[in-house]
């Protein structure tokens, strides 16, 4: 009897639980594209969407590469799947379009994760180690602070830079 009991509580927890832990995110629909800044997880304030807003449009005009920045919320993406989630967000939203020429940055302030999405086309000018140095230098030192604003700020300006 003890065995049929501590079974069927066995089984409960895994019935409750699930038998990953893990959301499926995969199959869920991605939020609409607002513009170049898609704040849903609210880090930004509306004349900080502008300033990124406008910079991200000069920088269109200057490199032809098209940037986007989405932010999110935990309720979008948890911590194991927030960098496939970015790469199938910046695919939906086409970022860069049929020339690939396009950059996705991803931020969850509640999952403190940051991702950087580089299209093909962007070619060696922005390297997987220049990306790297990118974030650790001028984001991750901003984003401990808390400053989302300036750290990306910086991130564009420096992408901006080397793609000029």
């Known amino acids: 009897m003890k065995l049929f ?4 509580f066995y089984s409960c927890i895994v019935l409750a639980c699930g038998s990953s832990g893990e959301r499926d995110t995969g199959s869920a629909p991605f939020p ?4 170049s800044v898609n704040d849903y997880g609210d880090i930004f304030t509306a004349g900080e969407e502008q300033v990124l807003d406008s910079l991200i449009k000069d920088a269109r005009a200057g490199t032809s590469v098209e940037i986007a920045v989405v932010t999110l919320d935990s309720s979008m993406a948890g911590l194991d799947e927030f960098n496939s989630y970015t790469l199938r967000l910046n695919n939906e939203w086409e970022i860069g379009g049929t020339e690939r020429k396009g950059i996705l940055i991803g931020i969850s302030a509640p999952l403190q994760r940051v991702r950087i999405n580089r299209g ?3 070619g060696k000018n922005l390297s997987d180690t220049h990306t790297k140095n990118i974030m650790d230098t001028f984001m991750f030192p901003e984003l401990r602070k808390g400053n989302y604003f300036e750290g990306t700020k910086l991130a564009i300006t420096e992408m901006v830079g080397l793609l000029q």
């Open 5 to 8: 009991f501590s079974l069927l």
């Open 32 to 35: 609409k594209r607002v513009g």
């Open 120 to 122: 093909l086309g962007i």
